[in-house]
């Protein structure tokens, strides 16, 4: 009989996340990019984790107006193992009053250096951008020490599974490329690579078109 203990966030589920928990969404979400290059070349080093968990909490305001933006994992006792902001079709990109009202605080946690290379980043994001319908994957954190365990495919194959069924593609850019072949495992393939000025860091655009087969199989039951 095996004695490997059981970890104490086994028994968990996904769900959305509640409007209470968008300061824990945040915090994990910076815990999780703390070390992301892009990050690194946007948000000055002094206080940069506590920067990173303002600027997730600003895109949870911006994102949480649409049904089903916020998906987490989490454990019966509220304990968040992962999140993921997701926008659906037709809603990736945030309105000019969206963006004009939040400059203040885009300024507040980039700084005077990391503002106008936070513009550079979003700018050539938007450019590279598919026009077709799809549902956009712009952040998506597992916390420390939980990589690599499954919960962050668990809470994106659900989404990715009502993707399959409504025959809708996803898209996303990872900023780092150590995660491509986890993207890639869950369908997603990359199709190009937007470089960032000034010797910026690379990201990869990823498509994910809808599984066919599995759409014929919700059909069927």
């Avoid at 365990?149 to 593609?169: H, K, T």
């Avoid at 990359?190 to 994910?208: D, Q, S």
Wanted: proline share 10%; aromatic share 8%; hydrophobic share 40%.
């Amino acid at each position: 009989m095996s004695t490997r203990p059981v970890p104490p966030w086994a028994g968990y589920g996904i769900r959305f996340a509640r409007p209470s928990e968008s300061g824990a969404v945040a915090a994990l979400l910076a815990r999780a990019f703390a070390d992301d290059p892009v990050m690194a070349w946007m948000v000055p080093a002094a206080g940069r984790e506590s920067r990173i968990a303002r600027y997730f909490r600003l895109a949870q305001r911006q994102q949480r107006p649409h049904a089903g933006a916020v998906r987490v994992a989490a454990t019966g006792e509220g304990r968040l193992l992962a999140a993921a902001l997701w926008s659906g079709p037709g809603r990736w990109k945030p309105s000019a009053v969206q963006e004009l009202a939040a400059l203040p605080r885009y300024a507040s946690i980039f700084g005077l250096r990391g503002l106008p290379r936070a513009g550079e980043v979003q700018n050539a994001m938007d450019e590279a951008h598919p026009q077709p319908p799809h549902w956009y994957l712009p952040s998506v954190g597992t916390d420390r020490g939980l990589q690599g365990m499954g919960v962050g495919s668990a809470l994106l194959g659900q989404q990715l599974a009502d993707c399959d069924r409504l025959g809708q593609p996803a898209y996303l850019e990872s900023s780092n490329v150590t995660n491509l072949p986890f993207y890639e495992k869950l369908g997603f393939r990359v199709t190009g690579e937007i470089r960032l000025p000034a010797g910026g860091p690379t990201l990869w655009p990823m498509w994910r078109d809808p599984d066919p087969t599995a759409g014929r199989l919700a059909k069927g039951r």
